[in-house]
C-alpha cells in the first residue's frame, strides 16, 4: 500500500548574529573554535574493499588446454584467460591465504560464460556455502556483491552459455582482510544436561529441574536433557516448561529408556489445556505401566519416539486437554486420544487409535483410523505429500553432528523403520554455538562466516534482525531457546534462498510493536524451491503471557514451496500484559508465497484474521484456531460489513488451494453477544477445496453464524454445549 504521508517540519528559526562579549576579539574565537574542533576526532572512513585474490594460489576442475591454467584468472592480466573443459559441470576457485571478510566478486568472462553458476565461500577448502546463486547469467562483466568471510572462494558453473567450456579473463575476490573470525563447536552451556548410563544422579537432576519448570509458564529458565546412546533403567522424566528431552543417537532405538517420559497436569488442578511449549524426541520408551502419559496442549513436539507399549494424552483424571503434534514417531500399543480436543499426527506408525472429541487428522499414519468425519471426526489422508523432519543434534562416536534429514514426497511411515534416516551430517564445528549473552552482530557475523547456528537453552534479546542468507543454513535451538526483539525489530529474516531449516525455537514480541516477527524470504520473492524448500518447525510465535509484546503480523512466508511443519503462533489470552490493546497483534501468519505447505498450523486469539493466504497452490493439513477472547464488543471486531474477521481468509485472487482438518472455536468471554459470521472465508472456484472443517462455541460465549461463507449450520441452536456444526467438504 503507498506510504502515508509524512508532514513537513517548518525550517528552525535563525538565531540572532552571535555578540561578542567586549574584550574578546573574531579572531580569538575563530582560533578557540578551530582548537575545539580539533579535539573532536574525525568519524572514520569505512575501509574500502581491496582486490584479495590477485596472484593468490588457483585450482580448477579442468583447463583447456596448456595455454589457459586457472592461474591465469589472477594474474590482473585482462588479455590471459582460463578456459575449462567442454563439460558441466566444471569449477575454478582461489586461495586467499588466510580468512578475509569478502564482499563482491568479479567475474570478467569470454564468449564462453555461464548461463547457470554458484559463488562458494570456504574457511577450510572443503566445506563450502552458497553466496550467490543464478541460472540467468549474462556474460560479460558480472559484478556480484556476496557477504562472507572465507579463505576459498570458487565460481562453480553448472550449466555452460555455449558448446565450449567457461572461460574467465579475470577472477576477482573483494573485501578486506584480518577480519575477526569466529569459532565454530565448543561446549554446550550450563542449561544442557548430558547424561550417559553411567552418569550417576539422573532421576535426581531430572526432579531439581522439574520442580523449577512444573509451572513456570512464563518463566526465563530454559532446559535440554541429551542422553547418549545406550539404556537407562527405572527413568520417570516429568517434563516442564521449556523443556526438551532427546536422546543422542542417530535412531530412536540407540537410546532407549525403561521409564517413563511423562506429562501431566497436576500442577493445573487436572486441567492440561495449558501445557505448552516442550518436546521430546529421539528415544525408545518401555513404559513402566505399559503405557506412557503425554497430556500437553499446543507447542508440544513428539518427534522421532518410539513408544513399546501405548500412549495416554489426556491428563490423570482425563481432564481436559487441547491438542498437540506427534511426527517420524511408532506407538506399538494404542493411542489413548480420550479428552484431547484435537490432534495432528504425520508420517508415524501407531497400534490404535482410541476415540475423536473434535478435530483429529491423520497424513502419511500406518495404522490410523479412516477418515469418519463428522462422525466420528477423523480425517486421514494416507500420505504427506512433501515432507522433511526436523534436524537434530547426534553424537557420532564422540562427536557431535546435527542431522539434515532428506526431503521425502508421498510420505508414509517413519523415516527410521528400515534402518538409518537419509539425509546429510554436519558436525557440530560447522555451528556457531550461540548462548545466553551473545548479540545481534555476533550472530550475524556467525552467518556472514558461513557458519549454522546452534541456539542453546536461554533468553536472547535482540536489537536487530538476525539475517539468514546463505542457502542451506540450519538455525536450530535447544530447550525452546526464545529471541525477544527489541526496539521494534524483526527478530529473524530468511532470504530468498534454498533450502534453509529454521527450528526449535519461540519468537517472543517485545513492548515495542514490530511490523514482522518472522518473515521467510522478502516481499515479491520468486524463485523455485521445489527441489529443496525452506522449513520451519516446532518455532514457535507469541505475543504478550510473559509481559507487554505487539507485532502486526506474526509469520510472513514470501518464499515458494516453504514447508511451515507445527507452529503455534499465540497472541496470548492469559498472563502478564494481556488485553485487547495491550498486546495487540492484528494477524498471525500471512502466506505470499506460492506452493506452500502447512502441516499442523496453531494460530489463536489475533484481534483481525489469524491466518490470511495469498498465494497459488497453498495446502494446509490440521488447523486448529480460537478467536480472540477479549474482543470487548461486536464493534471492536467489526469488519466492513461483515461480522468479525475469518479464521482462515483466502484471498478473492487465489485460484487454487486446497486444506484439510480445519477448526475454529470461539470463546468471547467479554461480550458473550459477539457474533461470527464464519469461521473460514475463500473464494468459490473449482480449484479451491476444504475437507472436514468445523467451528465451536465454547460455553455459548459467543457464535458463528456459518462455518465457511454462508455454508454451514449456525452453532446458536446448540446454546452453551460445545457441539460443533461441520461442513464434510466445500463447495
Request: hydrophobic share 35%; glycine share 12%.
Amino acid at each position: 500500500m503507498p506510504a502515508a504521508a509524512v508532514p513537513v517540519a517548518p525550517p528552525p528559526a535563525r538565531r540572532p548574529p552571535l555578540t561578542l562579549r567586549r574584550g574578546v576579539t573574531g579572531a580569538l574565537v575563530t582560533a578557540l573554535v578551530a582548537a575545539l574542533l580539533a579535539l573532536v576526532p574525525a568519524p572514520a572512513a569505512e575501509a574500502a574493499p581491496v582486490l584479495l585474490s590477485q596472484g593468490r594460489p588457483a585450482t580448477a576442475s579442468s583447463q583447456e588446454n596448456g595455454g589457459t591454467p586457472a592461474a591465469a584468472a589472477v594474474d590482473g592480466n585482462p588479455g590471459t584467460r582460463w578456459s575449462s573443459g567442454f563439460s558441466d559441470p566444471q569449477w575454478l576457485q582461489v586461495d586467499l591465504g588466510g580468512p578475509a571478510a569478502v564482499s563482491q566478486v568479479v567475474l570478467r568472462w569470454e564468449a564462453a560464460y555461464a548461463k547457470a553458476y554458484r559463488i562458494e565461500l570456504s574457511t577450510d577448502g572443503t566445506n563450502w556455502s552458497t553466496a550467490h546463486s543464478t541460472t540467468t547469467g549474462a556474460g560479460g562483466t558480472e559484478t556480484v556483491p556476496v557477504t562472507g568471510t572465507a579463505r576459498y572462494v570458487r565460481m562453480h558453473g553448472v550449466t555452460r552459455a555455449t558448446g565450449y567450456g567457461y572461460s574467465l579473463w579475470e577472477f576477482q575476490v573483494y573485501g578486506n582482510d584480518g577480519g575477526p573470525v569466529l569459532p565454530g563447536g565448543g561446549d554446550l552451556g550450563p542449561n544442557v544436561h548430558v547424561f550417559d548410563p553411567a552418569t550417576p544422579g539422573i532421576q535426581a537432576k531430572l526432579d531439581e529441574v522439574f520442580r523449577q519448570q512444573e509451572s513456570a509458564q512464563f518463566g526465563s529458565g530454559r532446559h535440554a536433557f541429551l542422553f547418549k546412546p545406550g539404556t537407562y533403567h527405572n527413568l520417570n522424566a516429568q517434563i516442564g516448561f521449556y523443556t526438551q528431552i532427546a536422546g543422542l543417537g542417530l535412531r530412536p532405538g540407540d537410546t532407549t529408556i525403561n521409564g517413563d517420559v511423562t506429562v501431566d497436569a497436576g500442577w493445573f488442578n487436572g486441567n492440561a489445556t495449558q501445557n505448552f511449549w516442550r518436546g521430546a524426541e529421539g528415544l525408545t520408551l518401555n513404559p513402566v505401566s505399559g503405557t506412557n502419559r503425554w497430556a500437553v496442549s499446543q507447542a508440544a513436539s513428539f518427534r522421532r519416539m518410539h513408544v513399546k507399549g501405548g500412549l495416554n494424552l489426556a491428563p490423570d483424571g482425563y481432564g481436559w486437554a487441547s491438542g498437540g503434534y506427534i511426527a517420524d514417531s511408532k506407538v506399538d500399543g494404542q493411542i489413548g486420544n480420550y479428552s484431547q480436543q484435537q490432534w495432528y499426527t504425520r508420517d508415524s506408525a501407531i497400534g490404535g487409535w482410541s476415540n475423536s472429541v473434535w478435530n483429529q487428522v491423520f497424513s502419511g499414519v500406518e495404522g490410523a483410523p479412516a477418515t469418519g468425519f463428522p462422525e466420528p471426526r477423523y480425517t486421514t489422508l494416507a500420505t504427506t505429500p512433501i515432507s522433511r523432519e526436523k534436524p537434530f543434534l547426534y553424537l557420532d562416536g564422540n562427536e557431535y553432528k546435527v542431522f539434515a534429514p532428506a526431503k521425502r514426497t508421498n510420505a508414509r511411515g517413519t523415516t527410521w523403520a528400515n534402518g538409518n534416516p537419509q539425509g546429510e551430517s554436519i558436525p557440530l564445528s560447522r555451528f556457531y554455538v550461540v548462548k545466553p549473552g551473545t548479540t545481534a552482530a555476533t550472530i550475524n557475523q556467525a552467518l556472514a562466516q558461513g557458519l549454522h547456528l546452534l541456539f542453546t537453552p536461554g533468553v536472547y534479546h535482540v536489537d536487530r534482525t538476525i539475517d539468514v542468507n546463505r542457502a542451506n543454513t540450519i538455525v536450530l535451538g535447544l530447550g525452546l531457546a526464545t529471541i525477544i526483539p527489541d526496539n521494534g525489530v524483526t527478530a529473524m529474516r530468511v532470504a530468498d534462498v534454498d533450502g534453509v531449516r529454521l527450528a526449535g525455537f519461540l519468537i517472543d514480541a517485545g513492548a515495542v510493536n514490530s511490523p514482522t516477527l518472522l518473515e521467510i524470504g522478502p516481499q515479491g520473492a520468486a524463485a523455485d524451491h521445489a527441489a529443496n524448500p525452506t522449513t520451519v518447525q516446532d518455532v514457535y510465535i507469541r505475543i504478550g503471557g510473559a509481559g507487554p509484546g505487539k507485532a502486526t503480523t506474526s509469520m510472513v512466508v514470501n518464499s515458494d514451496d516453504t514447508i511451515v511443519d507445527h507452529t503455534w503462533v499465540w497472541r496470548a489470552d492469559h498472563g502478564d500484559g494481556v488485553g485487547w490493546e495491550t498486546n495487540r497483534a492484528d494477524y498471525g501468519v500471512r502466506v505470499n508465497g506460492d506452493d506452500v505447505l502447512a502441516t499442523g498450523l496453531f494460530v489463536e486469539h489475533f484481534n483481525k484474521y489469524d491466518v490470511e493466504w495469498y498465494g497459488e497452490r497453498g495446502r494446509t493439513i490440521f488447523y486448529q484456531n480460537e478467536k480472540a477472547y477479549d474482543a470487548p464488543d461486536q464493534a471492536a471486531i467489526q469488519n466492513g460489513t461483515t461480522k468479525g474477521y475469518a479464521a482462515y481468509r483466502v484471498d478473492d485472487s487465489v485460484n487454487t488451494h486446497e486444506a484439510w482438518g480445519l477448526g475454529s472455536y470461539c470463546n468471547y468471554n467479554v461480550d458473550p453477544g459477539i457474533r461470527q459470521d464464519h469461521g473460514f472465508k475463500t473464494p468459490v472456484k473449482p480449484g479451491v477445496k476444504f475437507h472436514s472443517l468445523l467451528v465451536v462455541s465454547l460455553g455459548g460465549m459467543g457464535h458463528y453464524n456459518h462455518v465457511i461463507n454462508e455454508t454451514g449450520a449456525s452453532t446458536v441452536p446448540a446454546g452453551t454445549s460445545t457441539v460443533p456444526s461441520t461442513v464434510v467438504s466445500f463447495p
